[in-house]
Nanobody, 127 residues
Framework: QVQLVESGGGLVQAGGSLRLSCGFS????????MGWFRQAPGKEREFVAT????????SYAESVKGRFTISRDNAKTTVYLQMNSLKPEDTAVYYC????????????????????WGQGTQVTVSS
């Protein structure tokens, strides 16, 4: 069974940076497309970023493009989300997720495509 454990959340001032990490265990990490989602109070969970199995392809939500960077280290079975120029509207619980999708696809942006989720880590950006 896949297990995902996020870390790195916290409180930061607007304009600051945080790096989230997500450790993966239980299956072969390199066979999974990975993603980050977030959910703010009273809002639906929304896509943030996704990365292909080998790390060569990425996709981002428009709201974070140019500020956030997703990466992965298959040797360490870990996926990261570097968040720069943080804004108060980035405040949310951030979730790491793993998707097992057909090999003819390399990215996944819909939360329904992800079968495994971490417990979430809180990110709070103060103004």
């Amino acid at each position: 069974q896949v297990q995902l454990v996020e870390s790195g959340g916290g409180l930061v001032q607007a304009g600051g940076s945080l790096r989230l990490s997500c450790g993966f265990s239980g299956r072969t990490f390199s066979t999974y497309v990975m993603g980050w989602f977030r959910q703010a109070p009273g809002k639906e969970r929304e896509f943030v970023a996704t990365i292909s199995r080998g790390g060569g392809a990425t996709s981002y939500a428009e709201s974070v493009k140019g500020r956030f960077t997703i990466s992965r280290d298959n040797a360490k079975t870990t996926v990261y989300l570097q968040m720069n120029s943080l804004k108060p509207e980035d405040t949310a619980v951030y979730y790491c997720a793993a998707a097992l999708i057909p090999n003819n696809r390399i990215l996944a942006t819909l939360h329904l495509e992800y079968g495994y989720w971490g417990q979430g880590t809180q990110v709070t950006v103060s103004s």
